[in-house]
């Protein structure tokens, strides 16, 4: 089953990365370093670009359909092998550089089409969780939340800490793509929640990507 890329459920986004001008992020020359089959430091190449598609795959993007559970250090020599076809590539800012790469090796079709909740979140922290007064020792806790979507018009409020889909657990944020990303739009799913110290269920009809 693939997936779209999608983060409308995270906020994991390498904003240094993905928001950089020109070749360089964090101090880092992609474009130098890492041309010619990353010849130059390859294990900052490489980490580079785990990191990139690590935010890509929670951002929203309907070109690029993943496996179930992708994961980032398999794009590796996918991007490789696309800087080494395309060298007027790297005259790109890097994230695009991958993002072009990967919707190269995984572009979407019709049939592809991912649910989404409508909410940027992120890993509860023990700290959050007694601050929160969450009786929980994992879930995602809500930051933002998309107008008019499924998880707003299901009530939810930022702050609020999500732990269960479903009445499956929570554990990250991974999860709860999985969970919401592998229903088809228009379901309706149940969402556990905790608020002010006390737990509480609502339902959420889901929105495509």
């Known amino acids: 089953m693939k997936i779209a890329a999608f983060a409308a459920v995270g906020a994991i986004a390498l904003s240094a990365s993905l928001g950089s001008t020109g070749s360089r992020a964090n101090g880092f020359d992609f474009n130098s370093q890492c041309r010619s089959g990353f010849a130059g430091d390859r294990r900052a190449c490489e980490d580079f670009t785990r990191g990139v598609v690590a935010g890509i795959l929670v951002s929203p993007h309907p070109s690029i359909c993943v496996p179930q559970g992708y994961d980032p250090r398999l794009s590796v020599p996918i991007v490789e092998q696309f800087m080494q076809a395309h060298p007027k590539a790297l005259n790109q800012r890097p994230a695009y550089v991958v993002q072009a790469a990967l919707e190269t090796a995984y572009p979407c079709d019709d049939r592809d089409v991912r649910s989404v909740l409508g909410v940027v979140v992120q890993n509860l922290s023990p700290v959050q969780a007694q601050n929160l007064r969450v009786n929980a020792t994992s879930g995602v806790v809500i930051v933002r939340l998309e107008p008019n979507a499924a998880a707003a018009k299901a009530g939810l409020e930022e702050g609020d800490v999500v732990t269960a889909v479903n009445d499956r657990p929570l554990l990250n944020v991974t999860q709860l793509q999985d969970a919401i990303g592998e229903k088809q739009p228009g379901t309706t799913v149940k969402v556990t929640f905790w608020r ?11 929105s495509p990507a």
């Open 196 to 206: 002010h110290g006390r737990e509480h269920t609502t339902t959420a009809t889901l």
